[in-house]
């Protein structure tokens, strides 16, 4: 496989990493993808059992898609690197999602984005 598919997985590996650190991760040095899918999983846990509004279980939900392709990606490994880049692409792109909802509920107070712009 050409050293352009193994640079990039490990480019995206430590992108999750330093993403994962927003939702309350320890940063990993050198993360595995099974490695980050239990942190996904583990931190998804904590978010939906949260009290603190739907916003956060609605990031937990992101959380466990996050942790889904990441284990699709594990299950891989080396043998599939474009199949693997692309369950890490998803990853990414989640959880920027989840982080883009939790910044539009702390800016909201909590309240739905609709119901603002309705005021």
């Known amino acids: 496989m050409s050293v352009w598919w193994v640079r990039r997985r490990d480019d995206l590996l430590a992108q999750l990493a330093v993403l994962l650190v927003y939702f309350g991760a320890d940063l990993l040095e050198d993360p595995g993808t099974g490695e980050l899918a239990r942190t996904a999983e583990a931190l998804a846990g904590e978010y939906r059992v949260s009290d603190r509004g739907e916003g956060i279980r609605r990031a937990a939900a992101l959380l466990d898609e996050v942790a889904?392709?990441?284990?699709?990606?594990?299950?891989?490994?080396?043998?599939?690197?474009?199949?693997?880049?692309?369950?890490?692409?998803?990853?990414?792109?989640?959880?920027v999602r989840s982080r883009a909802g939790l910044e539009t509920v702390a800016v909201t107070g909590g309240r739905s984005p609709r119901a603002e712009a309705a005021r």
Request: proline share 4%; glycine share 4%.
């Open 68 to 95: 889904a392709h990441l284990q699709a990606a594990d299950r891989f490994r080396g043998t599939l690197l474009p199949v693997v880049n692309r369950h890490l692409r998803c990853a990414v792109a989640l959880l």
